[in-house]
């Protein structure tokens, strides 16, 4: 999929691997929709206003995602060509806690809801658009990206609902890919190892830290949205052979206890 002059979506696009990719598309010559809850990351799109929209919605609603699209055709016109799902939340919590208690189920929902239903929403309303769009070169009609984690395979203790979620996205790709391919649309999901963004940074122990970059192999540092993470995003969007897949961006990280 051509990036220059197409129009994409980003979730979760005022803040860290979404405000990169979001980025990326824009200097790539792209219109990009920048959905995002909260409303501080407009900031950040100043003077680029001609070819972003920003729309404050929540990924989890139907009738603010509907009105998004609906927004996004008012400006750039009806053909959406891809949607990259970076919106999402860290939740921590341990099945049973250290005071004996169960992992209260609103929090692990809370995970669900927002990771892998939200994501799910944005895809199938925004899917809704694309099959009716009139297709490129080869059939192609768009692109969906999904932001999954390495935390799907190699969840951590604590992260019980976070991987759950993470792990619904990376097995959605397949059945999305199947379900869509008549369409000429492509799905792949990215499972991103550790980046330097406001979510990692909520790691506040030095102690985790520490081991968490022990557990990079090289560069053991942490991931540059900016510069590695945008770059992938774009490139699976280019390439057209890429579908049904999941890609792990890691540094070869493969997390264990802590
Ligand atoms: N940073 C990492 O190391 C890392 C690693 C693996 C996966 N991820 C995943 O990448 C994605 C982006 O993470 P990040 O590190 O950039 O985090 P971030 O907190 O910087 O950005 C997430 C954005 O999603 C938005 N968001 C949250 N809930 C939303 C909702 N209901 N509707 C609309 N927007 C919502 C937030 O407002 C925020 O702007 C997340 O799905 C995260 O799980 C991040």
């Not at 492509?186 to 520490?210: C, D, H, N, Y």
Request: proline share 2%.
């Amino acid at each position: 999929m051509k990036i220059k002059g197409n129009t994409f979506i980003v979730t979760g696009g005022g803040s860290g691997l979404g405000l990169s990719a979001a980025q990326e598309l824009l200097r790539l010559g792209a219109n990009v929709v920048v959905i995002d809850l909260k409303n501080d990351g407009k900031s950040f799109f100043k003077g680029q206003e001609k070819n972003v929209l920003f729309v404050t919605a929540d990924i989890t609603s139907e009738k603010e995602i509907v009105k998004a699209i609906q927004q996004t055709i008012e400006k750039f016109g009806e053909n959406i060509r891809g949607v990259v799902n970076c919106g999402g939340v860290m939740v921590i919590g341990k099945i049973v806690g250290s005071d004996g208690k169960p992992l209260d189920l609103d929090t692990f929902k809370f995970g669900i809801n927002v990771n892998l239903i939200g994501t799910f929403n944005v895809c199938r309303l925004v899917a809704a658009q694309m099959i009716k769009q009139k297709p490129l070169e080869e059939g192609e009609r768009g692109v969906m990206v999904n932001i999954s984690s390495i935390a799907y395979q190699d969840g951590q203790a604590g992260q019980i609902s976070y991987a759950a979620s993470k792990g619904g996205v990376a097995s959605m790709t397949l059945p999305m890919t199947r379900d869509l391919a008549k369409f000429g649309i492509r799905v792949v999901a990215i499972a991103p190892g550790i980046f330097g963004t406001p979510m990692s940074l909520t790691v506040k122990s030095e102690r985790v830290r520490q081991k968490l970059l022990s557990q990079i192999e090289y560069p053991a540092r942490l991931g540059k949205s900016d510069g590695e993470f945008n770059k992938l995003v774009a490139h699976l969007i280019e390439n057209t052979y890429m579908n049904g897949v999941v890609v792990r961006i890691d540094a070869g990280a493969k997390l264990g206890k802590l």
